[in-house]
């Protein structure tokens, strides 16, 4: 049975730091992406960062360049977004999420490339 289980999260001040992980199991081949996304209340569920398994290419949404970082441990299976210089308008439930099938030349940042998710983890960015 495919699982992520997302950690990590919590309350960080502006300007601060966090380290999400995302521990990954059951899986029986192997997947074309891994990314991460987010939702804040009242918004729809949107891309942060992803994995292309391919190339092992990594993309960022322009909200988080420069700020973010995702990074995995294949050994370990898991992945990592480390969120520095934090803003209030980071505050989501993050996700993450792996994609089963395999689309040409895409950076993976949509959600409907997706086919399984984990439960998230809460962050919240404020004084």
């Known amino acids: 049975q495919v699982q992520l289980v997302e950690s990590g999260g919590g309350l960080v001040q502006p300007g601060g730091s966090m380290r999400l992980s995302c521990a990954t199991s059951?899986?029986?081949?192997?997947?074309?992406?891994i990314g991460w996304f987010r939702q804040a209340p009242g918004k729809e569920r949107e891309g942060v960062s992803s994995i292309r398994s391919e190339d092992g290419s990594t993309f960022y949404a322009d909200s988080v360049k420069g700020r973010f970082t995702m990074s995995r441990d294949n050994a370990k299976k898991v992945v990592y977004l480390q969120m520095n210089s934090l803003k209030p308008e980071d505050t989501a439930v993050y996700y993450c999420a792996t994609a089963a099938r395999y689309y040409s030349g895409r950076y993976y940042l949509e959600v409907n490339e997706y086919d399984y998710w984990g439960q998230g983890t809460q962050v919240t960015v404020s004084s």
């Open positions: 059951g899986f029986t081949y192997d997947y074309y992406a």
